[in-house]
């Protein structure tokens, strides 16, 4: 008798969990009415989950961004109102975030490659830009092959080519390349592998030798690489192009088998204040990449500290604002209200994705417009067009002081040329890919 | 002749139905009523966002429950079979233009081939060995996928199918792709049902038992163990196809990885292990619950007007209250939710019944 009760009561649970869920979904789904002088802007965030720490910082600094735009008056009197859906850094859960907002979306920024990979073709048929700031699909900076995909700044092959432009100004020019021995230790992954085919045509070209040392994920374990590394190789230089805790692992092994640490090179997602912290006083004196200047020092992040910070209005723990994860979610910030507003120009409201990608393709940020906005050094000058949604641009390098960032390079540019063919070959393998039978 | 004399044929044939019990016959009808009639009153969210998605999980949850539920054979690979279907699937189709209904069989059959090879250990370990063996095929099967230049996946591991056309007909609208999955999910359950009602599910739940002693009693080990991981590996990699041709619309390594392994194998326990109605049942509780629990609390976070919590505290609460329901129901029912099921409509079927049988439900022990 008593059994009976229980799985009466359990049944009876079950059923009121079930219409409770199922009456909060049609709250959901009735639809959101967006004012006629407001832009609502659905956006994907991180916050749970293994990469949540340093991913908030990026959604927080976009919100701080439009928040500051909109005590200012909005985009010409039009505010931007946002709201967030978190989807833990889980491509089906990111799936679930689009269908929910299906039809409001203006821009969409997972910051995830695998989700923006996975969202490809609906935004395709939606008519909606997808954007994944150096990251994403490299190839889609050909805005005609990929009309709705746009890696912004730096696709990673952009990223590599610079890289090796670095090593060769280090070096005292391209002409010191032959011969060097270049070890590359990444991520056995596709982001860990997108270098390989710019490092084969620069080795061609310069004559430098490279070699890979294939991590697998989580990539804690890279003792055995490094002896090889240093002992074997002998390499000259060291390129990584690990993620998350992975990449302060280098650090302690280079220590541990004598490699320079100025020898050293991280990737610019080896390159934000949360990647290099747990390494301690041995990451003094590291060098990565980044696609954005750091610090606090920008009038745009001085003006969010003044206005939204100070009117209590901050989206994060203001000790966080000013870190490389929060500058990235500012001139992302940035990137959007840029193309919102060559939208309205353009069009006029309501936006929609459609007028926003126009809007984004719009875009001219040179050495005037970033002043006006006080973001001149945050980001490099960016122009994109129909055919090109950007992609190729240079990056800074910055070194860890112990306690923070120092910038210590100017924007060093990829080899346009290669980065350009790997593009152009890559788009074709696509558009077979996808052409009809 | 021995058998027809203890149980007279009628009653036989009554065992041997699909669904032997009414209670189970009407629910299966409204079920199929709702599957039905209801989608083209849902928007697309509900389809492609819900619906779609938790139909190829079921199917996935299925094969998985074949070889772990009835034949007790754990295994972590599922992830990785769906991976081998996803990409057989999108190569058959998009490179060599193999119809879509033979492009999914290509696709299963090709999982079935590597799960064969993944279950050969099943032979010589069980139990955590196990476990540690289809863990490894989980691992090197995505590495074979990203390595082998012919699979073409390319810099990214990724291949996007062209569109998607089913005797001329283009699958695009979100009901098209809800039917066109529920139409194989169907066919895939009736093939499930009759696989484990007959000698072959006999055996599997014999192996799950004691296997020592199903081997005594003639029970071929070699065949049966590999021909459920092989079913498995088949149902594995036709719901990969069907992401591929009726959800995300390409062949991405990075979503088949071990994460969704252990959720297949998540959904099977709460569901019900060795039961195909808990197979069903496993992937709408992870498919529906996070995301039910997300929109509640984004409503109470947008009627609270972000002043009491932040968006940051109610996107970790729904992890917590997900982690709650989960061992909530567990401890309710630790034999999975089917058998909540089972245990509510005996008592329904018993009232329906003017000779009120005996409680059919089959009691399992749970394999392990």
Known sequence: ?437 | MMVEECFPATRLKKDMALLPRRIDKLMMIAVLVVALALPPFLGDYWLKGVMIPMLILSISALGLNIVTGFAGLISLGQGAFMAVGAFTGVIAYGRYGIPIPLTLLIAGAMAAAVGAVVGAPSLRIKGLYLLVATLAAQFIILWVIQRVPWIGAGSMVTINTPPVFIAGLHIDEALEQYYFALCVAALLTVFALNLTRSRVGRAWMAIREQDVAASVMGVSMLRYKLMAFMISAFYGGIAGAMVVFAWVGAASVQEYDLDLSIQLLGMIIIGGLGSVLGSYLGAIFVALFPIAISIAMHNIYAISGGDIVSAATLANAEHLLFGALIVFFLIVEPLGLSHLWHRFSGSVEAKLSRFPTTNQTPTRRRPM
């Open chain 1, 1 to 437: 008798m008593k059994k009976k009760l229980f799985t009466r009561n359990a049944l009876g649970a079950l059923a009121v969990g079930l219409v409770a869920a199922g009456s909060s979904l049609v709250a959901t789904l009735s639809p959101t009415w967006a004012g006629e002088s407001e832009i609502f802007h659905p956006m994907m965030v991180t916050r749970t989950g293994p990469f949540a720490s340093a991913a908030s910082g990026v959604s927080s600094g976009q919100q701080d961004y439009f928040a500051l735009v909109n005590m200012n008056g909005g985009i010409d009197g039009t505010k931007i109102r946002w709201e967030e859906c978190d989807f833990g850094y889980k491509t089906p859960r990111a799936l679930e975030c689009y269908e929910r907002y299906r039809g409001d979306w203006k821009i969409v920024y997972p910051n995830s490659t695998p989700a923006i990979f996975a969202l490809a073709e609906r935004l395709n048929t939606d008519e909606v830009l997808g954007i994944n700031i150096a990251g994403g699909r490299s190839e889609s900076s050909d805005g005609e092959t990929f009309p709705f995909l746009s890696p912004v700044m730096l696709n990673f092959w952009s990223q590599a080519a610079s890289t090796i432009r670095y090593i060769a100004e280090l070096e005292g020019g391209e002409a010191n390349l032959a011969g060097k021995k270049i070890a590359f230790i990444h991520i056995d992954n596709a982001y860990g592998r997108q270098p390989f085919p710019i490092f084969d045509a620069l080795a061609e070209m310069y004559g430098f030798e490279w070699k890979s040392w294939p991590l697998g994920w989580p990539a804690l374990e890279q003792s055995a690489a490094w002896v090889e590394i240093a002992r074997r190789y002998h390499a000259d230089w060291a390129i990584q192009w690990n993620y998350g805790q992975s990449c302060n692992v280098p650090m302690t092994e280079m220590k541990k088998v004598g490699f320079p640490l100025e020898k050293f090179i991280g990737t610019l997602w080896c390159g934000s204040e949360e990647d290099i912290l747990p390494a301690g006083d041995l990451a003094k004196g590291y060098i990565s990449a980044n696609y954005h200047g750091v610090g606090k020092e920008f009038p745009v992040i001085q003006e969010i500290i003044e206005q939204v910070y100070g009117a209590e209005k901050g989206n994060i723990e203001e000790d966080r604002v000013g870190t490389v994860a929060y500058n990235r979610g500012v001139l992302t910030g940035i990137i959007i209200v840029e193309a919102f507003r060559n939208a309205i120009e353009e069009y006029g409201l309501p936006l929609d994705g459609r007028k926003v990608r126009d809007g984004f393709r719009m875009i001219k940020l040179d050495d005037a417009r970033l002043a006006e906005l006080g973001a001149t050094g945050l980001l490099p000058p960016l122009a994109f067009s129909p055919t090109y949604h950007g992609g190729i641009d240079p990056q800074l390098f910055q070194q860890w002081d112990g306690e923070k960032w120092e910038t210590i390079s100017d924007w060093i540019p990829p080899y346009e040329d290669v980065v350009k063919s790997q593009i152009e070959k890559a788009s074709a393998e696509y558009r077979a890919q996808t052409q009809q039978q």
